[in-house]
């Protein structure tokens, strides 16, 4: 089974508790407005790889010592079967490996599309955010967006790690966002808020420096 990533990161500590994977997922039908991710839009099958391939990267670059694995994209349900053989085999490694890890997942379709098409994925997950991203509305709450987006434990392991978050706000001075250097590029990682990313632009420019490309730019 191949599946589209726009890449993967570990640790990442800005989309869930603790140290965490990321995986961004390749392709989103959804386009909302605002969407600082233009990058993850476009299908790519230069961007395909085996879910045994990502699986085996994940248990290799943590080395089993891992708080979570978060799921973003890109929009993760638009690859459905994909998305459904990954949560198969990261339960398995979990399971198997006597490991207590959470399984995160952001989506930009609404919480009712889901259930009604995906429920079988939802019993795989132990956390949701659902909706999708709102530009009109404020980022007021902890690894969310827009304010439309909820935070929902899916099972037993979720509503235990993910109790105190739920109504978490989003904290101005807490970290928000993760930067790394990926070859000649940056790449920032989080949740930036309101205006954040056009103040980098200025500020880069103040020094005369100039993005040539950027995700959040059409
Ligand atoms: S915010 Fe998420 S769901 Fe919306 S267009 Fe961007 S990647 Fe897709």
Same mark, same amino acid.
């Given at each position: 089974?191949? @599946?589209?990533?726009?890449?993967?990161? #570990?640790?990442?500590?800005? /989309? =869930?508790?603790?140290?965490? @994977?990321?995986?961004?997922?390749?392709?989103?039908?959804?386009?909302?407005?605002?969407?600082?991710?233009?990058?993850? +839009?476009?299908?790519?099958?230069?961007?395909?790889?085996?879910? *045994?391939?990502?699986?085996?990267?994940?248990?290799?670059?943590?080395?089993?010592?891992?708080?979570?694995?978060?799921?973003?994209?890109?929009?993760? #349900?638009?690859? *459905?079967?994909?998305?459904?053989? /990954?949560?198969?085999?990261?339960?398995?490694?979990?399971?198997?490996?006597?490991?207590? #890890?959470?399984?995160?997942?952001?989506?930009?379709?609404?919480?009712?599309?889901?259930?009604?098409?995906?429920?079988?994925? &939802?019993?795989?997950?132990?956390?949701? @955010?659902?909706?999708?991203?709102?530009?009109?509305?404020?980022?007021?709450?902890? +690894?969310?967006?827009?304010?439309?987006?909820?935070? &929902?434990?899916?099972?037993?392991?979720?509503? !235990? !790690?993910?109790?105190?978050?739920?109504?978490?706000?989003?904290?101005?001075?807490? !970290?928000?966002?993760?930067?790394?250097?990926?070859?000649?590029?940056? +790449?920032?990682?989080?949740?930036? =808020?309101?205006?954040? &990313?056009?103040?980098?632009?200025?500020?880069?420019?103040? !020094?005369?420096?100039? #993005?040539?490309?950027?995700?959040?730019?059409?």
């Amino acid at each position: 089974m191949n @599946i589209g990533i726009n890449r993967a990161h #570990f640790p990442v500590s800005v /989309l =869930g508790p603790g140290q965490r @994977i990321g995986i961004w997922l390749q392709g989103c039908s959804l386009r909302c407005k605002g969407c600082v991710s233009r990058d993850t +839009w476009q299908s790519d099958p230069g961007r395909l790889m085996t879910v *045994a391939q990502l699986l085996a990267w994940c248990r290799d670059i943590t080395a089993g010592r891992l708080d979570g694995v978060t799921l973003s994209g890109g929009e993760p #349900f638009d690859q *459905a079967p994909a998305l459904a053989a /990954l949560l198969a085999g990261l339960r398995q490694w979990r399971g198997s490996a006597g490991l207590d #890890f959470d399984l995160l997942c952001y989506s930009g379709y609404p919480l009712a599309t889901l259930q009604q098409r995906h429920a079988h994925l &939802l019993q795989q997950l132990d956390a949701l @955010i659902p909706e999708p991203y709102v530009a009109a509305k404020p980022l007021t709450h902890l +690894w969310r967006g827009s304010a439309n987006q909820p935070l &929902l434990a899916l099972s037993g392991r979720g509503r !235990k !790690k993910y109790a105190g978050y739920l109504d978490a706000p989003a904290d101005q001075a807490a !970290k928000r966002m993760q930067t790394m250097l990926d070859g000649q590029r940056v +790449w920032y990682v989080g949740i930036p =808020g309101r205006g954040d &990313l056009a103040a980098l632009d200025a500020a880069c420019r103040a !020094k005369g420096l100039r #993005f040539d490309q950027a995700s959040w730019l059409s």
